[in-house]
């Protein structure tokens, strides 16, 4: 009786070390502002689980969404310290690493997704090279959608702004630039502190994308949305270069396999679900401010402002000509 026992522990113990359910050895710790639910965690949610598929449950992703592991800049420190590993991060998360990738997030730059593609495929290797330079590896690209006045009073001129509470992220270099060069006092926030701070009328301007918007639920709190986009928000999954290198070769691929394979359907889902989105707002009340002629000339002006404030300073002047010139080819066909 002992003996048939000790056979049952025995084969009990084996199938579960060789189970793919058995316990991770390598836990990447994730983090990210994107709300639970939301478009953008659906899909990490499947990187993970492929992962830890294709790693015969080797590699393990424990995500933390809606911002609890703090602001980007927050969640950026903490994979510096080694607190977390990996992080998807839009713009302003990417600054903290290497500030030149702004450049693709400037005011009225892009009129629509396919110039983004183009120029962002052009500077890759220039950029994740960089990126490299600072310690991380970056994984994906993705975006955040085009992104929108939204306010409780319409905002068609610069002037405007000056009527309105308006928010800026708090580690938003070309955020707090445009206010600073429409000469305005923003309500100067993390991202978290957004919602509540509309609640009480802290503030009652900020600038979004209509998914963004919807996954937050800042929308509930605000009644116009500008005609025009201000400018398109970009993202990305980075990882540590200490966590990527202590990585097996094989972790390494599936990781990247993973990330671009289900990043290319994110950026899909989330231009497509911004475009729901946006009619979404607009059946659910909120007005649209109509930019005149008139009016888009004074943004462009601001938008020419801005592109020289940051010159020398955010990134060289020679990285802005050059995404110029590649627009201006993708304009006119030179592809």
Known sequence: MFHRRSILILLLALSLSWSPFAEAKTVIRMATLAPPGSSW??????????????????????IYPGGRQGDEKDVVRKIRSGQLHMAAVTAVGLSEIQKEVLVLQLPLLFRKYSELDYVRNKLKPEL?????????????????????????????????????????????????????????????????DVLPSLKTNLIDAVYVSPLAAIALQWY?????????????????????????????????????????????????????????????????????????????KEWRQLAHKVERALSGKIYPASLLMKVKQLIKDYRAGKR
């Open 41 to 62: 965690m659906k899909v990490f949610r499947k990187i993970a689980k492929e992962l830890k598929a294709k790693t015969n449950g080797e590699v393990e992703m424990k």
């Open 128 to 192: 994740e090279k960089k990126f490299l330079d600072k310690g991380f590896k970056l994984l994906s690209w993705g975006d955040v959608g085009f992104i929108y006045l939204m306010s409780n009073n319409p905002i068609v001129h610069i002037a405007d702004l000056k009527k309105a509470k308006m928010w800026a992220w708090i580690d938003d270099p070309i955020g707090l630039t445009i206010t600073r060069i429409a000469n305005i006092t923003p309500k100067t926030l993390s991202l978290p």
């Open 220 to 296: 509930t709190k605000l009644k116009y949305i500008s005609s025009m986009p201000l400018s398109v928000g970009i993202g990305a999954t980075v990882i540590s270069a200490k966590a990527w290198n202590a990585m097996p070769e094989a972790h390494k691929k599936a990781l990247l396999e993973a990330q671009e394979k289900w990043h290319l359907v994110l950026i899909r889902k989330v231009r497509r679900d911004n475009k729901r989105s946006l009619k979404l707002l607009l059946e659910n009340g909120l007005q649209v401010a109509q930019v005149t002629d008139e009016a888009k």
